[in-house]
């Protein structure tokens, strides 16, 4: 799935390109894009037809468009969920599921979802610690990129947690934003392994890790993000290339940029980790 980087690109792109629009109207193409919603197709197209988009907005690994009744377009991208805007002449893209059109002459806004694992909802929002958020993101914590990231609190939590440190780094109730492959970058970076019970971990340690995080994925958005293949792009249907600087992850057999040795890929959680067995030494059984 995208992390933070990857929909932090898309944000950037809807922010640029759609806000300040008003729908003039919203057309379904697919109803497993709007599974989510209450009231499916025709609730979606009814909350969303002459609202003006306020903000794009992200927490984390989660989108939404603020819009101007206090309410909010949710977009979960899921595996290869897309926001693209294209001009109203561009055909339609094969895997093409939502369409909202605009009263203006300046382009549409299309969600293009291959294996409809995403889709878009109209939600309520909450006030949580001082702004509004969707409900469903309201037990989501705040990335390290965002400028009222607590970085001491997040230390605490992960210390105060009884579990190994990678099962922390993807908890977004937490710190929200890390997903497998930054987990993997950072853990590498900071030279700890990913099964290091979190009980065991010094401040100094948390901080290095969060440290480590917040590098790498600044360092991702920079470059577009990580894309392995024509799934994850940009609203203009560009490719991010971090791919290319990553150090272990989906580099199962190659050489360790820092000491040589061959990465190692291991299953976890239906997924899989990589690292370096020298910089990464697994912990001791206590």
């Known amino acids: 799935m995208p992390e933070l980087p990857e929909v932090e690109v898309v944000r950037r792109g809807v922010a640029d390109h759609a806000i300040g629009r008003t729908v003039s109207s919203v057309e379904v ?7 989510r919603q209450p009231g499916g197709a025709s609730e979606l197209a009814a909350r969303l037809a002459g609202r003006t988009l306020v903000a794009a907005r992200r927490r984390g690994k ?11 377009m949710l977009a979960h991208l899921g595996m290869s969920g ?45 006030e949580v610690d001082g702004e509004r958020v969707p409900v469903p993101v309201a037990h989501i914590g705040r990335d390290p990129l965002d400028p009222r990231f607590d970085l001491e609190a997040a230390v605490g939590a992960y210390r ?14 937490v710190v929200s934003g890390i997903g497998n492959i930054y987990a993997d970058e950072s853990l590498w ?3 700890l392994h990913s099964l290091r019970p979190t009980a ?21 958005l920079a470059q577009g993000g990580t894309s392995f293949d024509a799934l994850y792009v940009d609203v203009h249907g560009e490719s991010g ?41 697994v912990p001791r059984r206590r």
């Open 29 to 35: 193409l697919h109803p497993r894009a709007v599974r």
């Open 62 to 72: 989660f989108l939404w468009v603020d819009l101007d009744d206090d309410s909010a």
């Open 82 to 126: 897309q926001l693209l805007v294209q001009p109203e002449d561009r055909p339609d893209e094969k895997h093409l599921r939502v369409r909202l059109r605009f009263d203006d002459d300046r382009g549409e806004l299309r969600f293009v979802d291959q294996r409809t694992f995403g889709g878009l909802t109209a939600v309520d929002t909450t």
């Open 160 to 173: 105060r947690r009884r579990t190994e440190l990678k099962r922390a780094l993807l908890d977004q109730t």
């Open 189 to 191: 970076r900071v030279k």
């Open 200 to 220: 065991t971990l010094t401040r100094p340690d948390a901080r290095r890790v969060l440290g480590a995080a917040t590098e790498v994925m600044t360092e991702a």
């Open 241 to 281: 290339y971090f791919d290319r600087a990553l150090a272990v992850y989906g580099r199962e057999g190659e050489p360790c940029p820092r000491c040589g040795t061959a990465v190692v890929r291991t299953a976890f959680m239906n997924r899989s980790s990589f690292w370096c067995p020298t910089c990464q030494k």
